[in-house]
């Protein structure tokens, strides 16, 4: 059984003859003699008694009626939504690293909600190497993620750069200082992403280059956690600018220049290539990337044919 056989039907039911439903859905008379003829032999049964000028249904066919009536009903009902973008009720997930949730999308994710009331949005929140697993594994729409990020499967639009200065608290001996070298902040206790974190990467790699090795290590995932450590004097760290400006700006906080170093990173959109995006989750990256004003490059990264249907 498929829908074109429960056209046939209907449309013979309804006309009560072969031709005449024929001539109502514009196709020949054979086409709709042989989909009853399938139907019928798919389900055993007659539907319909054949008189010479006209079809009557069987009792099979009356009860077969009914059932096709509610699913032309509900096909019906399927189309007009997807044709107004009607997905109320539904929802889809996405990703996104922890201080983009936190200080980047509240105000975004607010605005489209209340444009979007019936909608169910559902956020993962983690580092970036799972976020992409997410997507590898078609569980999220897309990402906000720290790069740079490199897999076969996954594009990335770089949103903005983030700096990374060492953050101290106010009453730390660096806060009078004001610039320090780097061995001097490898003696402190240090403070810095988990391992595998893009952000500690960077870190890392410099470290590596100039041949030093913190003599304290702390690590943590949460950027809100790790600035309340800052803040009470437990560590130094180098966080993202993005993460304690408002601690820096009240004073409980002080940016700390590094002699020779100077660390940033990006934060990007990710998606699977070729992915496709419905209205809504458009309207939501749309948002996301205007805010960045990306609008132009993601439009040009789509159609060279990383999401070809995505508008």
């Keep these: 059984m498929n ?6 039907f209907l449309a013979v039911a309804r006309s009560g003859g072969f031709t005449s439903a024929a001539q109502n859905l514009s196709v020949t008379q054979p086409t709709v003699s042989n989909g009853i003829s399938e139907l019928e032999k798919s389900l055993k049964i007659q539907l319909f008694n054949r008189h010479s ?19 032309e009903d509900t096909l019906d009902e399927l189309e007009e939504r997807l044709r107004h973008h009607d997905l ?24 489209f909600m209340d444009d979007n009331p019936r909608m169910q949005l559902r956020a993962q929140v983690g580092p970036s190497r799972q976020l992409v697993d997410d997507l590898i594994l078609n569980k999220s729409e897309f990402a906000l993620i720290s790069l740079p990020f490199s897999h076969e499967k996954i594009e ?10 060492l953050i101290v608290g106010r009453n730390h001996i660096f806060a009078k200082r004001g610039r320090v070298e780097m061995a001097d902040v490898i003696a402190e206790p240090l403070l810095l992403f988990n391992t595998g974190s893009v ?23 949460s950027p809100e956690a790790m600035r309340k450590l800052v803040e009470v004097g437990f560590a130094v760290s180098f966080l993202p600018l993005m993460t304690v400006n408002e601690s820096v700006d009240s004073g409980d906080l002080c ?21 496709y995006f419905g209205s809504l989750i458009r309207q939501l990256i749309d948002r996301i990337v205007s805010s960045c004003n990306k609008n132009t490059e993601l439009e040009v990264m789509l159609k060279q044919g990383t999401g070809k249907n995505n508008c």
């Design 255 to 275: 940016v700390v220049e590094v002699d020779g170093v100077i660390f940033r990173r990006e934060i990007g959109l990710a998606w699977r290539r070729g992915r």
């Design 88 to 111: 109320g009720g539904e929802g889809f997930n996405f990703g996104a690293i922890d201080a983009a949730v936190i200080y980047m999308l509240p105000d975004l994710l607010k605005g």
């Design 3 to 8: 829908l074109h056989h429960l056209r046939y």
């Design 199 to 221: 952000s500690r990467q960077i870190v890392d790699e410099k470290l590596s280059e100039l041949g030093l090795i913190p003599l304290k290590v702390m690590e943590m995932g």
């Design 53 to 71: 000028r006209h079809v009557e249904l069987t009792l099979e066919g009356k009860v077969m009626m009914n059932y096709a009536l509610q699913i």
């Design 156 to 165: 990335t639009l770089s949103l903005f750069h983030d700096s990374m200065p």
